[in-house]
């Protein structure tokens, strides 16, 4: 809501959120679980930081394949490539809707687009994320986060 109503945050203020969510993920990675919806309605600003909420559809990490036929699991536009693909998730798939969510936080906008669900799938599976608007200062990490390979996504 803060920034739909308010416009972007600045880029120390896309920091301090960047910080304070990848400490929450760290603490529910460390849990042994694995978010799975990482969105901006997931996310509570309040006066002493970010609070991440909406556990609904976490999984243990030993637990996170799909467990239905065509079903996707999570937010399409904050969603990893594994997942929009069905595949095994871990804490990288979270780390990947950070940087979903870290775009979203300095733009407005959503780094693989918006329209029908198939197309944005598509295009989390196959095409670079739209940073054209992000602040240069956010670049390196945020494109670090949108890696399409699991791997190559920076640790929480």
């Known amino acids: 809501e803060a920034v739909g109503s308010g416009g972007p945050l600045p880029e120390r203020g896309v920091r301090a959120l960047g910080s304070m969510l990848a400490e ?3 603490a529910v990675h460390t849990a042994g679980l694995v978010h799975r919806d990482v969105k901006p309605g997931n996310v509570l600003l309040g ?3 970010p609070r991440l909420i909406d556990f609904g559809i976490a999984r243990a990490l030993d637990d996170t394949v799909l467990t239905a036929t065509d079903v996707i699991v999570g937010s399409p536009g904050f969603l990893s490539p594994e997942q ?3 595949r095994r998730i871990g804490p990288a798939s979270d780390v990947f809707s950070l940087g ?3 775009v979203y ?3 407005g906008g959503r780094p693989f687009g918006t329209g029908p669900v198939e197309a ?3 295009r989390t599976v196959h095409d670079p994320a739209e940073l054209g608007a992000l602040p240069p200062g ?3 990490v945020v494109e670090a ?3 399409k390979a699991p791997g190559d996504r920076p640790t929480t």
Request: hydrophobic content about 55%.
């Open 120 to 122: 944005m799938l598509f």
């Open 84 to 86: 929009a693909q069905g």
């Open 145 to 147: 986060c949108l890696s």
């Open 138 to 140: 956010l670049r390196p």
């Open 105 to 107: 936080a300095a733009t």
């Open 24 to 26: 929450a993920l760290e």
């Open 100 to 102: 979903c969510v870290l």
């Open 47 to 49: 006066l002493d930081g």
